[in-house]
């Protein structure tokens, strides 16, 4: 089985950035989706970055794209997420995801394409 095992996050000021790194054990197959989703009390789901078939292509929310960046790094075997220029409404609890069903490069935004999830890290944006 696949585990994703998340680390960093905290509290951040307004403004400010952090990293999330998800460290992955067992194997995942091409053509499947690794991401990061988040979770805010009250609402749905929300993957904010996601990368297809291990190294690419990356997706991302509008509400996060050109503030986030996801990374891959198969030697290290390492799923990170740079979190620049952070707002209030970025606080959640962030998830490391992946599937382990091929899709489509277009289906890794949708939360229900995820199969295996870490136990998730907070991230709390103070302004």
């Known amino acids: 089985p696949v585990q994703l095992v998340e680390s960093g996050g905290g509290s951040v000021e307004a403004g400010g950035s952090t990293r999330l790194s998800c460290a992955v054990s067992?194997?995942?197959?091409?053509?499947?989706?690794m991401g990061w989703v988040r979770q805010i009390p009250g609402k749905e789901r929300e993957v904010v970055a996601s990368?297809?078939?291990?190294?690419?292509?990356?997706s991302y929310a509008e509400s996060v794209k050109g503030r986030f960046n996801i990374s891959r790094d198969m030697a290290k075997n390492t799923l990170d997420l740079q979190l620049n220029s952070l707002r209030s409404e970025d606080t959640a609890m962030y998830y490391c995801?992946?599937?382990?069903?091929?899709?489509?490069?277009?289906?890794?935004?949708?939360?229900?394409?995820?199969?295996?999830w870490g136990q998730g890290t907070q991230v709390t944006v103070s302004s």
């Open positions: 067992g194997y995942l197959t091409s053509r499947t989706c």
């Open positions: 995801a992946a599937s382990s069903t091929k899709t489509s490069s277009i289906e890794c935004l949708l939360p229900s394409v995820y199969n295996f």
């Open positions: 990368v297809y078939s291990y190294v690419g292509p990356a």
